[in-house]
């Protein structure tokens, strides 16, 4: 990056307004990254999950990807196949023009994958049906996991063999028929989930006791459910902001919709505008 002198930043305030920062930079050419986006890849540090970045579509087609987005997340009773993944990977949204510059994918992709370093697995441009709970479940669960569990068998492993002796012990204990046992079991593994969540995915659905796989899928239930559905990160996306609620006809007041069908996610793209009523154009 070159360095912002005098000169270069009054060129800058005269195309911009007075607010050093993300627009200064735009006007010189620099534009930064979003400011969403190095949270998201904190947060997969941290966690050591993988991230995923949904691609926006175009501006016109914003509004029912966001409720399409917030209806797979938001209704505790609708769109189960698909919470465990938001669990599972860490969930971010660029536009198109800002997903090639970032990570150089191709203008086509619409989600790419990222390791817990934030480098690139996978894109592709696969139009996935975010209206559809178990397609959305099926198409990400195969992008993420990989083919017969390809990356998800691997990654468990690397992530089990960093843990405490305490926390492999209660994973090893998941199948136990002793009281005892699944209490503590639940208190070590409970409090961990969010670090645990790929193990458990894979325990979930891979292991040959049918015990292992319900008390694992209860645990990635049972954290989803405490997740705050305002903060980024599961079950909104970075990048994102909601739900919002939106009448879709305020002048007349007849359209009768739904309350699922008022809520939507708006995303934090420079410059755009809220959702407005056809009635009221």
Not at 81 to 105: D, I, N, R, W
Not at 204 to 212: F, H, I, M
Not at 240 to 249: E, M, N, S
Request: hydrophobic share 40%; proline share 7%; with cysteine.
């Amino acid at each position: 990056m070159s360095t912002l002198d005098r000169r270069s930043f009054l060129t800058g305030v005269a195309a911009a307004p007075l607010i050093y920062g993300l627009r200064e930079l735009s006007a010189l050419g620099e534009e930064p990254d979003p400011e969403w986006l190095p949270a998201a890849l904190a947060r997969m540090k941290e966690t050591g999950r993988w991230g995923v970045v949904l691609v926006l579509p175009p501006e016109k087609d914003r509004f029912a990807f966001g409720q399409a987005l917030w209806a797979l997340t938001g209704i505790p009773t609708e769109g189960v196949e698909a919470h465990p993944l938001f669990c599972e990977a860490v969930f971010s949204v660029l536009t198109a023009e800002q997903a090639k510059k970032k990570f150089g994918v191709a203008p086509t992709a619409r989600r790419i994958l990222l390791s817990a370093d934030g480098k690139v697995l996978e894109s592709d441009a696969d139009d996935v049906d975010y209206r559809d709970p178990k397609s959305f479940a099926s198409s990400f669960r195969l992008f993420i996991q990989g083919k017969d569990n390809a990356r998800l068998t691997p990654r468990a492993a690397e992530i089990e063999r960093e843990l405490p002796a305490e926390l492999r012990e209660a994973l090893g204990k998941l199948g136990s028929e002793s009281p005892e046992d699944v209490l503590g079991v639940k208190l070590a593994l409970g409090r961990q989930v969010e670090r645990l969540v790929i193990v458990l995915v894979q325990r979930a659905e891979t292991s040959p006791v049918e015990l292992v796989r319900k008390r694992a899928a209860n645990l990635i239930t049972s954290h989803y459910a405490s997740l705050d559905e305002k903060a980024p990160g599961s079950k909104v996306p970075y990048g994102a902001t909601g739900p919002h609620y939106f009448d879709p006809c305020r002048s007349c007041g007849m359209a009768v919709v739904s309350p699922r069908s008022r809520m939507f996610l708006k995303f934090l793209v420079p410059g755009q505008k809220s959702p407005v009523c056809e009635n009221d154009r």
